[in-house]
């Protein structure tokens, strides 16, 4: 049983991490906090709060009373999560930048940084997440791994975002805030007089795009190579785009003189066309099945799966959607095929499936492929019990 004594908390400048670094304090560990820049402000025309959140974060750490750094990830960061989000959107992805960050820079740039550079034991961020190690590592054992659950505070949970972390790092990882309420989290940073906190937005969605939207900010990164819009019914072109990287399965497109929005079914990069359908509930946008690539087990594969080819659990691809239940069977390639409960709508390649047992986040699979769509299969699905989330 190792002992846990010096830790390297993550201080984002936010309300979460502030209070999950105090809660550290408190039980009398000997905490250094670290703001980790993944961005280089230098490079980018828009704006970004970065530099605030730098200064909040030192703030932090001051009327808490312990060390701050501040560690550049840039290049790590463009190599392991930027690069690859561009080759994706080139190539009609639709990445997840949030689930590659925890993966390659928080639990592995981070961690390493922590331990080797900063001589931690362990490290800490104010996510929304659970182990069985407990909140503060109370039964560590790296004998047995370590399993990820949920958040007490399920509204609040974000194991989905770290359902492709390395269980080397899990294991050495601490969410003081698993076991809290958002509310009694707020509650709590007003009583230490962390309430000038209080008044930021929460981080949402990617920093350095800025004040612009993403359409302009990824266009300055991807060729825009110019196609068409082509309706899934008739077969017809019913306007034009300037590239398939500006535009995500399920998306309300902007083609005007219809009775009806339509919405985007799928991507060709190969013709640059893009299939769309009209109406929300049109059956090209819903699939029972989903193809992924290799999965990522966070522990390790389910003894389900392992003994009988098949998993029963629950499946979602989007961390705003609800749990949804699956069947998961694994191909001799190593990769999955996932059945769903029910048709569900604008399965997105290049998102991530991720995968629940219980409270257990097991692991994800990058997306490869939707199944066939109603609308291929030629069934109608009017009156069809379908996901609408």
């Known amino acids: 049983m190792a002992t846990i004594k010096r830790v390297i ?45 730098i200064s909040d974060a030192e703030w932090v750490c001051q009327k808490i009373g312990i060390p701050f750094h501040v560690v550049n990830f840039v290049k790590e960061y463009w190599l392991e999560v930027f690069s690859n989000l561009v080759n994706d959107y080139e ?31 362990a490290i800490s961020t104010g996510h929304y997440a659970r182990t069985t190690f407990g909140e503060y590592l109370q039964n560590f054992d790296s004998t047995k791994g370590v399993h990820l659950l949920k958040a007490r505070d399920e509204r609040k949970d974000q194991t989905f975002f770290l359902s492709q972390i390395h269980q080397r790092a899990l294991q050495r990882s601490i969410f003081p805030l698993g076991d809290m309420k958002k509310s009694a989290v707020k509650k709590f940073a007003a009583a230490e007089k962390f309430a000038p906190l209080l008044k930021k937005k929460e981080s949402m969605g990617i920093c350095f795009i800025g ?91 389910p003894p389900q799966l392992v003994k009988d080819g098949v998993l029963d659990c629950d499946f979602r691809f989007q961390h705003t959607h609800s749990l949804l239940k699956c069947q998961v069977f694994c191909a001799h390639s190593g990769r999955l095929i996932i059945r769903l409960a029910k048709p569900l709508r604008a399965i997105t390649p290049g998102q991530y499936a991720v995968l629940y047992l219980d409270e257990e986040c097991l692991g994800s699979a990058r997306i490869t492929t939707p199944g066939p769509t109603l609308h291929a299969l030629g069934v109608n699905s009017k009156g069809m019990e379908l996901d609408c989330r």
């Open 9 to 53: 908390s993550a201080v984002s400048g936010g309300i979460d991490s502030a209070v999950s670094t105090l809660l550290l304090k408190n039980k009398g560990y000997e905490v250094i906090g670290v703001y980790m820049q993944n961005w280089d402000l230098l490079d980018e025309k828009g704006v970004c709060s970065s530099q605030n959140d």
């Open 211 to 301: 004040s612009r939207n993403f359409q302009e900010f990824i266009s300055e990164y991807v060729t825009s190579h110019p196609g068409n819009f082509v309706d899934v019914d008739s077969g017809k072109i019913v306007g034009r785009h300037d590239g398939i990287h500006q535009w995500t399965i399920g998306q309300r497109s902007r083609i005007g003189g219809c009775k009806e929005p339509f919405y985007i079914v799928e991507k060709d990069p190969s013709t640059q066309n893009i299939y769309v359908a009209m109406g929300t509930r049109h059956p090209a946008l819903y699939t029972d099945l989903v193809m992924t690539d290799t999965p990522h087990w966070i522990h390790s594969p």
């Open 91 to 121: 190539s009609g992805l639709t990445p997840n930048p949030d689930i590659l960050c925890n993966r390659h820079i928080k639990f592995e740039a981070f961690y390493k940084h922590a331990t080797e550079e900063l001589g931690g034991d």
